[in-house]
């Protein structure tokens, strides 16, 4: 049998432990379910930083301040963002936050509301 690649960074040295399977390179879990799932969907399984599945048009909050690049400025922990797009990519996210416009986040920085 051979296992699927990790869905969040397409490592192919997945293993499995006891009833998940875990990504060796960026530690992530999931279970074969929801991979099989996600396939059958043919979308994307994007979780945020409690492990609570989005959905594109959620709304989220930063749960750490993030500093903008090319700006003096940052987004701050709490910021509500509504009406999220998932993606494909190490940013996982695409967003417009207010005050600042467009911007890609990584899910692992934001908790679903």
């Known amino acids: 049998m051979t296992l699927p690649p990790c869905p969040q960074c397409s490592s192919a040295y997945t293993y499995e432990d ?3 399977l875990v990504c060796p390179e960026c530690g992530h879990e999931w279970s074969p379910d929801e991979a099989a799932a996600a396939e059958e969907e043919g979308g994307l399984v994007i979780h945020d930083a409690n492990g ?3 959905a ?3 709304t989220v909050v930063l749960i750490k301040d993030l500093k903008v690049r090319g ?3 940052s987004v701050k922990v ?3 963002v509504k ?6 990519g190490d940013h996982d996210i695409d967003c417009k936050i207010p005050g600042f416009g467009a911007m890609r986040l990584k899910s692992e ?5």
Request: charged content about 40%; aromatic content about 8%.
């Open 78 to 80: 709490g910021t509500k």
């Open 52 to 54: 609570t599945r989005l």
């Open 109 to 113: 920085f934001v908790r679903k509301a």
């Open 18 to 20: 006891r009833d998940f």
């Open 71 to 73: 700006s003096s400025n």
């Open 56 to 58: 594109d048009g959620d």
């Open 83 to 88: 009406n999220i797009r998932l993606v494909d």
